[in-house]
């Protein structure tokens, strides 16, 4: 059952009148969490100094957190501290923290602190990516104040941070109806749909009805963003303007003014095309506009998967090009009034926006505020290489490397842009010695940082540096050891599943059986870690020439075969043997053939020659299927019936393991340096 947004603004109020020092409202995304605080700000602003923070999407979460924070704490008396005129991206992150924790302190007991969107540490794994940890700093920050009251509101909110608000979400975009007094959802033509439908999944359902489509046949667990956002673009499929139009308007993270829904192209939209995007936008008290960030972020996360509900012919670098200007714009406006806030806001949004298009061009021609925002456009530019042709990829990893290194200018000690320069020049292949430097220099500066480590150890091993890789290996358990590095299954799956992947390409087996014997009893049961042991088991029995089942068939199903009968062979099976083709002369084809014992380690190998003039005639087969290395099996029926069957090519192949890692980038890409060692 839903509930009102007056009736959640009202139950939230008592709390805080009662006291309540700190508040929880946990819902999933769409629910009506940010109306409530808006709401709720709104009514509480003549009795209470408030300070409300929309932690947004993107890498700059946390820099935008922080700069709310300074901004309505203390205006541009702590703005000049946490965002300095002069070189601000010098400032360190931990200074800036501690000025608005300083400012926090200095609060009196009306503070009330609205947090929409806090970050805590995820159960995966250790918070070891940059921008992560910039976020839970600042929750733990906000976290750390004792005055006033704290509202925090996400779709998680980790037990014993703050009592629960004990009402209800979704929230109802329309009064109670029927004496049940049930919030129902008006859609065109009066009709009701169920009740407790978030109100994001209400405007999307009013878009598709304002197009044709009958809601009322949408089973209910269809009634979700991510089901619904596809069958919108879908029934925009006839008016790409209309597409444009929701992905420019889906591509800003804060409300806009009516003139940049005319600059997106809404105006020039068709009557019918109007009525479908019109739902979708919502208007605040203030006039503003803006996409529920919901909705907006799973239109995005649409683009990301390449959904063809969502395709255009431009790419989506010109919906942020135009968010972009906008924001540039109103910079403008702002800096030349003297704002200094609202200016400091603006040009983090055109950084963000820029940042997403990955325009290296106009973002490292300018100045930026924190190293942070040189290492989300490292990571955009390199995260762009990945979807890139190859002859794009070269010049987005080489922007990627010299945005790193304009963080490094600001902050020698960032260690994840010197490890991100190691990790672009290392999938180019290129300038081995730097790779090398980089990759130690991110390692000694964060050893708890299993990533710094893993990827170094895996550039030793492709690089054929194999003695320094073993020494590598062995400091990374050291630190990680001491730091408690090694505390989850994720970070096992990052360091060891890599880097014995990565050996297991390079044929080093004992040391890749190392790696894997070193990995918990309680964790082998994953997936990527059988399949590892799986290609192992592979690759040794191939080494030692005792290879007879195709790497796809997993280790405990081998003889449970025979494999290659088919499903309308209704003979009873008498007798059946895998093997391999190691070898063709004149006489026939030569094959390694298994006996299986009564136990599943006696297994007897020998070698059979078949000859030519009998494969067809006898075991039913043609000369032509049988390439050396090709996976076989012998089958002889009860009726004396006898097949040679042959495995298909893919089946033979050792990456085609299911669950294997991914490798961080192909060893074929880098040559050993002239000066490898191997030990």
């Not at 501690?98 to 602190?113: F, K, T, Y």
């Not at 605040?284 to 907006?296: C, R």
Request: proline share 6%.
């Amino acid at each position: 059952m839903a509930v009102l947004l007056e009736e959640a603004i009202q139950q939230l109020r008592e709390r805080i009148e009662a006291g309540a020092p700190r508040i929880a409202i946990q819902a999933p995304p769409g629910f009506g969490k940010t109306a409530v605080l808006r709401g709720l700000a709104a009514a509480l602003a003549g009795s209470r100094r408030v300070v409300r923070i929309e932690v947004p999407d993107g890498d700059d979460a946390a820099l935008v957190a922080l700069v709310e924070a300074a901004a309505q704490l203390d205006g541009a008396t702590l703005m000049d501290r946490v965002v300095p005129r002069h070189e601000p991206a010098r400032v360190a992150w931990a200074d800036r923290i501690a000025s608005v924790r300083e400012a926090l302190s200095r609060a009196g007991n009306d503070l009330l602190l609205l947090l929409d969107g806090p970050r805590f540490p995820t159960a995966l794994g250790p918070e070891s990516e940059l921008f992560t940890r910039r976020a839970v700093e600042v929750t733990e920050t906000f976290l750390g104040t004792r005055a006033g009251t704290l509202v925090l509101a996400g779709p998680r909110i980790p037990e014993g941070i703050a009592e629960d608000a004990s009402f209800r979400l979704p929230l109802a975009r329309d009064p109670p109806l029927g004496e049940a007094g049930d919030a129902t959802v008006r859609l065109s033509g009066g009709r009701r749909r169920q009740p407790a439908v978030p109100p994001v999944v209400q405007q999307v359902l009013e878009a598709l009805a304002a197009g044709g489509i009958d809601v009322e046949r949408i089973p209910a667990r269809e009634l979700r963003l991510d089901r619904l956002v596809p069958r919108l673009g879908d029934l925009l499929s006839d008016d790409p303007g209309g597409r444009r139009v929701v992905l420019r308007l889906a591509a800003l993270r804060v409300p806009f003014a009516d003139r940049l829904l005319e600059r997106a192209g809404f105006m020039a939209l068709s009557d019918r095309t109007r009525t479908i995007v019109e739902p979708l936008i919502e208007v605040l008290d203030d006039g503003s506009k803006v996409v529920p960030d919901a909705l907006a972020r799973e239109i995005r996360s649409s683009l990301l998967t390449d959904s063809s509900a969502w395709a255009l012919d431009e790419p989506q670098g010109d919906a942020h090009h135009l968010a972009a200007a906008y924001h540039r714009e109103r910079f403008q406006a702002a800096r030349d009034r003297g704002d200094v806030v609202t200016a400091v806001r603006e040009d983090m949004e055109e950084i963000h926006q820029l940042t997403e298009a990955g325009d290296a061009a106009a973002l490292l021609s300018r100045s930026l505020q924190f190293v942070e925002q040189y290492d989300a456009l490292g990571k955009s530019l390199s995260q762009k290489a990945l979807r890139a042709p190859r002859e794009q990829e070269e010049k987005l990893r080489r922007d990627a490397v010299r945005a790193y290194e304009r963080a490094i200018e600001h902050d020698e000690r960032d260690a994840y842009a010197h490890h991100y320069i190691a990790y672009n020049l290392d999938i180019l292949g290129t300038e081995p010695e730097r790779v090398e430097r980089e990759y130690t220099e991110a390692r000694d500066i964060d050893p708890a940082h299993p990533w710094y480590h893993g990827r170094y150890v895996c550039f030793l091993i492709t690089t054929a540096w194999m003695s320094d890789a073993r020494a590598a290996w062995d400091r990374a358990l050291d630190d990680l050891a001491a730091t408690g590095g090694l505390s989850t299954p994720a970070v096992y799956e990052e360091l060891h599943g890599q880097v014995a992947r990565h050996l297991l390409a390079q044929s080093e087996l004992d040391f890749a059986e190392g790696v894997l014997d070193d990995v918990p009893d309680a964790i082998r049961a994953a997936p990527w870690w059988r399949a590892l042991r799986q290609l192992l088991v592979c690759l040794e029995e191939d080494r030692d020439e005792r290879l007879v089942f195709p790497p796809t068939v997993a280790l405990e199903d081998r003889w449970k075969g025979p494999h290659l009968t088919e499903e309308q062979d209704s003979l009873e099976v008498k007798s059946w043997q895998p093997g391999r083709v190691i070898g063709r002369d004149a006489r026939g084809v030569v094959l390694r053939i298994a006996q299986h014992l009564a136990e599943p380690s006696e297994v007897t190998l020998s070698t059979v020659i078949v000859e030519l003039r009998a494969l067809s005639a006898e075991w039913h087969a043609q000369p032509a299927w049988f390439g050396v290395g090709t996976f076989v099996e012998r089958i002889e029926f009860m009726n004396g019936t006898k097949v040679l069957r042959t495995w298909p090519r893919g089946a033979s192949s050792f990456d085609a393991v299911s669950y294997l890692p991914r490798l961080l980038s192909p060893p074929a890409h880098r040559a050993p340096h002239p000066s490898a060692r191997r030990s």
